[in-house]
Each structure stands twice: as structure tokens, then as C-alpha cells.
């Protein structure tokens, strides 16, 4: 299965509001907080330039009007365009002024998260790794050990959200195996993500892709499986008069 792959920042969104719809606007003006309006904007912003592509759409502010990124009941976002859902999966992360958006073919269990690599306690090790996880960061050495964790937290949130639970389920009952441990190699590596919630509950496994640049970790899993993500490359996008912009995917 094909997943494309697009990452935003703050700097890349405009600073008017007038490609939003009116019930995302109408939202927007609902936060309070502008972190929170920050964050939702970027993710808003990244999940419409990814789906102009995929749905091979023009980028401009009436197209982009006509988009939403609605919460289902699971919580998990859903793809609107022209009001109908959109024949696609999307999966939103967000992190430190950086935003990711994963898109795939509708029906896909997909999630993605985005993790910036810092200490973490042996507390927060004993209280949400299960037992095989734990022994991987015993042995991983003192450098590694804050680059494994990321991986292994990031992994859990993207399986998560594949899930459609998020982190309303013990994290324990995802068991993340990283397929290899070396931090030094470029491009995506491949994991394995087993789900089981009680010994009544068949396993479901995921598998999926992780990539590490400098102190961020990057992970996506998926049933079906996914081949490595694919990146959706953007021009740098430009107003003229009419508010347009034009994304180009290389």
C-alpha cells in the first residue's frame, strides 16, 4: 500500500484564515489559547496541501474552503471534500512548530506520529512499556537510549491511532519491535507494532516505517502494510491578487 507523506511548519502558513471553511473558522475563533490555535491551523493547513495533491485539486483558497478535517466519532480525523468523505485515509501529528500528514487509499487502518528525541524517566519506561520493550532500553546504549525511546513512544502513537482508541488504551497492549536499532542510517527503516487487549483478543499486527533526522523521529504503521512513505514536495507557494497558491508535488 502507498502512503504519501507531507511535513508543514508554521512559517509555511498563510496568515490569513480565508482558506478555511466556515465551520473550521467558526472553530478556530472558539480557542482561546494561541498555541492551540497555532497547532490546529498548521495541521489544518499540512492535511489540505496533502489532500489538493492526492486528489489532484487546485491549491487555492476556494478549493481549500471546500475541505475539512472532521473528528469521527473515534476521534480519529476524517477527510471531507465539497461536504462528502473523502476516498482516502488521513493520519495528523503535530510537534514543536511542525506538522506531519499522512495520506493513503480509503479503508486503511493508518496512523502517524511525529516525536522530538529528550530524556525520558525510568518511571515513565516501567509505567507505559510492556516488559519486552523495557529490556530493549536496558540494553541500548547510553546514547541510544533517549533516540530508542522516541521510537518506541512514537511507534505506540501511531499504532494507537490506527487503532482508533488513541491513548485511551493502555499502551502496554502495543508492543513495538523496531526491526534493527542502528540510528545512523538514512531513510525510512521498517517496524512491527503487536496489538492484543487480553488473551480472549486475537493479535492484530501492523507494520510500518520510522526515520530519525537530527532530534526528531518520525513513524507511520498501517494495515494493510505499507511501503516506505512517499514525500509530497511543495513549491514554495505564493499569493498573486486572488489568494491563490500553487503547490507542486515532485
Not at 499522512?102 to 486503511?108: D, P, Q, R, Y
Not at 528525541?117 to 519506561?125: K, T
Not at 509505567?127 to 525511546?149: K, N, T
Amino acid at each position: 500500500m502507498k502512503v504519501y507523506w507531507l511535513e508543514q511548519t508554521e512559517a509555511d502558513v498563510p496568515m490569513e484564515n480565508d482558506w478555511l471553511s466556515a465551520n473550521e473558522t467558526v472553530c478556530l475563533n472558539a480557542m482561546r489559547f494561541l498555541k492551540r490555535r497555532a497547532d490546529w491551523r498548521l495541521g489544518r493547513w499540512t492535511a489540505k496541501c496533502a489532500l489538493s495533491v492526492q486528489l489532484d485539486l487546485p491549491a487555492h483558497a476556494q478549493v481549500f474552503q471546500t475541505m475539512e478535517i472532521r473528528a469521527a466519532s473515534s476521534g480519529a480525523p476524517e477527510a471531507f471534500y465539497g461536504n462528502q468523505r473523502s476516498a482516502v485515509t488521513v493520519s495528523l501529528s503535530h510537534r514543536d512548530g511542525m506538522a506531519i500528514c499522512a495520506v493513503a487509499k480509503s479503508g486503511a487502518e493508518m496512523g502517524c506520529d511525529l516525536e522530538v528525541v529528550e530524556p525520558r524517566s525510568d518511571a515513565f519506561v516501567a509505567d507505559y512499556f510492556a516488559l519486552e520493550e523495557q529490556s530493549l532500553v536496558a540494553g541500548a546504549s547510553a546514547p541510544d537510549r533517549d533516540r530508542l525511546l522516541a521510537l518506541l513512544w512514537s511507534a505506540k502513537e501511531s499504532a494507537l491511532k490506527a487503532l482508533h482508541t488513541g491513548l485511551r488504551l493502555d499502551t502496554r497492549s502495543v508492543i513495538v519491535d523496531p526491526l534493527g536499532d542502528s540510528f545512523d542510517l538514512k531513510g525510512w527503516s521498517p517496524l512491527w507494532v503487536r496489538f492484543t487487549e487480553g488473551r480472549s483478543v486475537a493479535e492484530q499486527v501492523f507494520q510500518g516505517w520510522w526515520q530519525r533526522a537530527d532530534n526528531i523521529l518520525r513513524t507511520v504503521v498501517a494495515n494493510p502494510p505499507p511501503e516506505p512513505p512517499i514525500p509530497i514536495y511543495l513549491s514554495a507557494h505564493f499569493f498573486d491578487s486572488a489568494s491563490h497558491w500553487r503547490p507542486v508535488a515532485c
